[in-house]
């Protein structure tokens, strides 16, 4: 086994810095390519993920037909506008927001689970929920990885799965999980879009961080 190199300061600064440049990007150069070998390196980093039990569940599918992915932009829409529906007096302000770049991305990928494997190592009890961490892990990597090639991308949830699954032709038990816009940005935003577009605040770490067991919420 070939030794493990150990990181420099400057490496991990730089691992440190891409995390918390990460965001989720909705406005992309209409029209400006992705490299073939950076978009490689994307799905490279995507495949190098952790998954439970080595099951690797993710699927990736390039979507690459005009028609296809004019389809897909109006299942994306008619799940937009149930969304707002549903959102009762924020509707409006939700239809103001951006929520997807499908239109304007140089590239769209369809992140789909696989069938399940009948992987039970670190599974039995947590079946689903591994699956989809797993699948979780990869499309972070990608996050991370296209930030590091001063791409943006966007995961975009707002689809019926279902639809989603006969529009791609996925196989009985297969689920999408995410559609990906990835592409040249013009900029990316200081803070995360939801918060510049004052939709929600972000909490502090230290609120979220427990000690032994969940804090009794009536102190």
């Known amino acids: 086994m070939a030794d493990t190199?150990?990181?420099s300061t400057a490496e991990r600064e730089t691992l440190h810095r891409i995390i918390h440049a990460r965001r989720d990007?909705?406005?992309f150069l209409r029209g400006v390519p992705v490299a073939a070998e950076a978009l490689q390196r994307i799905l490279e980093a995507a495949h190098a993920a952790p998954s439970v039990g080595l099951m690797q569940p993710w699927r990736f599918i390039r979507i690459t037909d005009e028609a296809q992915r004019r389809a897909i932009a109006q299942l994306v829409n008619d799940e937009k506008a149930k969304t707002?529906?549903?959102l009762g007096a924020r509707k409006a302000e939700f239809l103001r927001l951006k929520v997807e770049g499908i239109g304007d991305c140089a590239e769209l990928i369809a992140v789909v689970?696989?069938?399940d494997d009948g992987t039970l190592f670190g599974r039995r009890t947590l079946p689903d929920e591994?699956?989809?961490c797993s699948t979780a892990c990869a499309i972070q990597?990608?996050?991370l990885a296209a930030r590091a090639e001063n791409l943006g991308m966007g995961w975009v949830s707002l689809f019926d799965p279902a639809a989603l699954a006969k529009q791609l032709a996925c196989p009985a038990d297969a689920h999408p999980i995410?559609?990906?816009c990835i592409g040249p940005v013009a900029e990316f935003y200081p803070t995360p879009m939801l918060v510049q577009e004052g939709w929600r605040e972000e909490k502090p770490i230290d609120s979220l961080l427990f000690e032994?067991?969940?804090p009794d919420s009536k102190r």
Request: proline content about 8%; glycine content about 0%; cysteine-free.
């Open 84 to 86: 707002a529906a549903a």
């Open 141 to 143: 990597n990608m996050w």
């Open 212 to 214: 032994n067991r969940w």
């Open 5 to 7: 190199p150990h990181f």
């Open 178 to 180: 995410a559609l990906l």
């Open 130 to 132: 591994m699956a989809l």
């Open 25 to 27: 990007m909705r406005h």
């Open 113 to 115: 689970q696989a069938p």
